[in-house]
């Protein structure tokens, strides 16, 4: 698992200059809010994702980018506030203006095989900033495209398609839902199949807004160190079935049955916090995404593909983080999920409306955020080329880390996680987790293995 290879190799990377795809058919020119969990300053950033497919000789002849881009066009007649822009209404609150604008498009091609990015697909990825370029002035908040798509046909077939999504507008699931629907219009499909519903009305606070829960994850911490913007590396982890088993051994039998992610997300807060060298009295605190679909009384319609998430937070001390066993960390990160409901999710946008826009947290290096992504299904999106070999955000964001379903070379299937810390704390990171993997019956048997590449883009 913490094993380094090196896999050095250049490509090159040729653009068209970027376009606007707009819904195939007329659209409603009108004006929606959104919800009071969309609307919040956290998530006012961008989400790359990334998606591998291999050369489908049932598809020879066929090009991926028209067919992707007349797929586009015809699912955005359904989704066609993606169409839009986004503006500023009283006190602040974004509103979507339904413009049909179009959201931006890239067509291009590499001269690289999907073979010659490894056996195992992981982030970071190579020049990944040319398999998505930033279009200048594409990435603001305010009247730019809510979607930003590139298509990149590979060496001998194959493609790479990915996509940047404007956090307010949606969540991970809603753009999931949006894809798939995509991917259905590609293989000749004229509707979706589940419609598309807008209802932000529903995640909005009660009138009056009641906060009714301690919401940590909006806690202003005080001494707290900040986060460095350099120096930072991103390195990817995999845990399969040996990693976990050995993790669950650290455990009292009382918590080893323990869900993966509960244990997982123990062992990457106590390591990363280990890493960063803080104060013993400095206050940590693990922030888990919990998806509201499952949990919501009545049901949000199917088909929403709003922000229906939260983030509920533990906190404690670094001291007690490290003094004490991992199952300690796992028992706080059962306790704060068993904390998501409906009712939860309305005491946000109440303190929202209330206290007026909340950053999730403040600019704190002893805040991290996990958003288990294994049973989304991004990889089962099919544009007629199979499922993709590798699906899902192309790195950790900041303090944000996402649990990637993967397998490895032998076929084990597994979870991996892109982290991003500071180049000496990446280090001490990595010395702290193989200590945890030592000295106990099952070893790890998975190699990570951390790219190295030059790219040119002409």
């Given at each position: 698992?913490?094993?380094?290879?090196?896999?050095?190799?250049?490509?090159?990377?040729?653009?068209?200059?970027?376009?606007?795809?707009?819904?195939?058919?007329?659209?409603?020119?009108?004006?929606?809010?959104?919800?009071?969990?969309?609307?919040?300053?956290?998530?006012?950033?961008?989400?790359?994702?990334?998606?591998f497919y291999r050369f489908d000789p049932s598809?020879?002849?066929?090009?991926?980018?028209?067919?992707?881009?007349?797929?586009?066009?015809?699912?955005?007649?359904?989704?066609?506030?993606?169409?839009?822009?986004?503006?500023?209404?009283?006190?602040?609150?974004?509103?979507?203006?339904?413009?049909?604008?179009?959201?931006?498009?890239?067509?291009?091609?590499?001269?690289?095989?999907?073979?010659?990015?490894?056996?195992?697909?992981?982030?970071?990825?190579?020049?990944?900033?040319?398999?998505?370029?930033?279009?200048?002035?594409?990435?603001?908040?305010?009247?730019?495209?809510?979607?930003?798509?590139?298509?990149?046909?590979?060496?001998?077939?194959?493609?790479?398609?990915?996509?940047?999504?404007?956090?307010?507008?949606?969540?991970?699931?809603?753009?999931?839902?949006?894809?798939?629907?995509?991917?259905?219009?590609?293989?000749?499909?004229?509707?979706?199949?589940?419609?598309?519903?807008?209802?932000?009305?529903?995640?909005?606070?009660?009138?009056?807004?009641?906060?009714?829960?301690?919401?940590?994850?909006?806690?202003?911490?005080?001494?707290?160190?900040?986060?460095?913007?350099?120096?930072?590396?991103?390195?990817?982890?995999?845990?399969?079935?040996?990693?976990?088993?050995?993790?669950?051994?650290?455990?009292?039998?009382?918590?080893?049955?323990?869900?993966?992610?509960?244990?997982?997300?123990?062992?990457?807060?106590?390591?990363?916090?280990?890493?960063?060298?803080?104060?013993?009295?400095?206050?940590?605190?693990?922030?888990?995404?919990?998806?509201?679909?499952?949990?919501?009384?009545?049901?949000?319609?199917?088909?929403?593909?709003?922000?229906?998430?939260?983030?509920?937070?533990?906190?404690?001390?670094?001291?007690?983080?490290?003094?004490?066993?991992?199952?300690?960390?796992?028992?706080?990160?059962?306790?704060?999920?068993?904390?998501?409901?409906?009712?939860?999710?309305?005491?946000?946008?109440?303190?929202?409306?209330?206290?007026?826009?909340?950053?999730?947290?403040?600019?704190?290096?002893?805040?991290?955020?996990?958003?288990?992504?294994?049973?989304?299904g991004f990889e089962d999106v099919d544009f007629?080329?199979?499922?993709?070999?590798?699906?899902?955000?192309?790195?950790?964001?900041?303090?944000?880390?996402?649990?990637?379903?993967?397998?490895?070379?032998?076929?084990e299937a597994g979870t991996l996680v892109p982290?991003?810390?500071?180049?000496?704390?990446?280090?001490?990171?990595?010395?702290?987790?193989?200590?945890?993997?030592?000295?106990?019956?099952?070893?790890?048997?998975?190699?990570?293995?951390?790219?190295?590449?030059?790219?040119?883009?002409?």
């Amino acid at each position: 698992m913490a094993i380094d290879s090196k896999i050095p190799f250049a490509f090159t990377v040729r653009r068209c200059k970027g376009e606007f795809v707009s819904p195939a058919k007329p659209t409603p020119h009108e004006r929606k809010l959104l919800s009071d969990i969309d609307d919040q300053l956290s998530l006012r950033f961008q989400i790359p994702i990334i998606q591998f497919y291999r050369f489908d000789p049932s598809m020879q002849g066929k090009d991926p980018v028209k067919i992707i881009r007349e797929a586009l066009a015809q699912t955005l007649v359904f989704y066609y506030p993606f169409a839009g822009r986004l503006k500023e209404g009283t006190n602040g609150k974004l509103i979507v203006d339904c413009t049909g604008e179009g959201v931006m498009f890239i067509e291009a091609d590499a001269n690289v095989t999907l073979e010659q990015f490894g056996d195992s697909l992981q982030p970071p990825f190579p020049c990944f900033d040319e398999l998505l370029y930033d279009v200048p002035g594409s990435d603001g908040m305010l009247n730019c495209p809510l979607l930003l798509i590139q298509v990149t046909r590979l060496k001998y077939g194959g493609f790479i398609f990915a996509i940047r999504f404007n956090h307010v507008i949606c969540d991970g699931t809603g753009i999931k839902q949006f894809m798939s629907d995509m991917a259905e219009m590609a293989r000749g499909a004229t509707s979706c199949s589940i419609s598309p519903v807008w209802e932000r009305h529903l995640l909005d606070a009660e009138d009056p807004p009641r906060v009714t829960f301690k919401h940590h994850e909006y806690d202003e911490v005080e001494a707290a160190t900040t986060c460095p913007s350099d120096n930072l590396v991103q390195r990817s982890f995999f845990f399969g079935p040996d990693e976990v088993s050995v993790l669950r051994m650290l455990l009292p039998p009382r918590l080893r049955h323990c869900t993966k992610f509960e244990l997982l997300t123990a062992c990457l807060w106590r390591c990363r916090t280990i890493a960063l060298n803080l104060d013993t009295d400095e206050k940590v605190r693990m922030l888990c995404c919990a998806n509201l679909r499952p949990r919501s009384n009545p049901s949000l319609p199917s088909g929403y593909y709003g922000n229906a998430f939260v983030f509920p937070a533990t906190m404690t001390t670094v001291g007690k983080l490290v003094r004490n066993p991992l199952g300690y960390a796992v028992e706080l990160v059962k306790q704060v999920k068993a904390n998501v409901t409906m009712e939860y999710a309305k005491s946000v946008a109440a303190l929202m409306v209330s206290r007026g826009k909340q950053l999730l947290f403040p600019n704190v290096i002893g805040s991290y955020i996990i958003s288990d992504l294994t049973k989304m299904g991004f990889e089962d999106v099919d544009f007629g080329w199979g499922k993709a070999v590798f699906a899902g955000p192309a790195k950790a964001i900041g303090a944000i880390s996402f649990f990637i379903p993967t397998k490895s070379k032998k076929g084990e299937a597994g979870t991996l996680v892109p982290i991003c810390l500071p180049a000496p704390a990446m280090e001490r990171f990595e010395i702290e987790l193989d200590k945890m993997l030592k000295g106990y019956p099952i070893q790890c048997t998975e190699k990570r293995r951390i790219f190295y590449f030059k790219c040119s883009v002409k």
